[in-house]
């Protein structure tokens, strides 16, 4: 249905909206009901927060006291020997820099070689080719596919001189 040719008064009335709450304002409405026990649900949780809070503290109070205390026994039973503010100082020690570097060599390489192991494998068969060609063995001279003897060029005569 369309609403052309629809008057204000017709299908849609203008006064017909929402219904109006029956207690007169000023009144003790349900509004103001849910409030209060909003507002005391705020507070049991304010009042749970602090509490919690405090146990927090009372608990992170402890802990440092703890290690404040351990820190002390620790210095008195090993003196300047134990430095707890210095944990991080074998960093500056290249021995176990270069260590660390190392072992990454060393996975690095190994993830290389087996990621490309056809291709080092094709490296390995290319140089071994290579070097038995050097050392007097040539793979392509197969007797059945050999080309015949080239001719030995013709000798110059022996009466001509030599410049």
Do not use: C, N
């Not at 609403?3 to 909206?17: A, M, N, R, S, T």
């Not at 802990?63 to 002390?72: G, L, N, Q, T, Y």
């Amino acid at each position: 249905m369309g609403k052309f040719g629809v008057g204000i008064g017709d299908d849609f009335p203008i006064d017909e909206g929402k219904p109006r709450d029956t207690a007169p304002p000023g009144t003790d409405s349900d509004y103001e009901k849910e409030r209060e026990e909003w507002q005391k649900r705020r507070e049991e949780w304010r009042k749970q927060r602090d509490e919690w809070r405090e146990k927090r503290r009372q608990w992170r109070d402890e802990w440092r006291k703890k290690r404040r205390e351990f820190r002390e026994e620790m210095r008195a039973r090993y003196g300047s020997d134990f430095d707890d503010d210095d944990h991080w100082r074998w960093h500056s020690d290249p021995q176990h820099l270069f260590r660390i570097l190392g072992i990454l060599a060393l996975i690095v390489v190994t993830i290389m070689i087996f990621s490309h192991i056809y291709i080092l494998f094709g490296l390995i068969v290319l140089a071994g080719l290579y070097f038995a060609y050097r050392g007097g063995f040539d793979h392509f001279d197969y007797p059945h596919m050999s080309a015949p003897p080239r001719p030995k060029p013709p000798a110059p005569p022996a009466d001509t001189p030599k410049v």
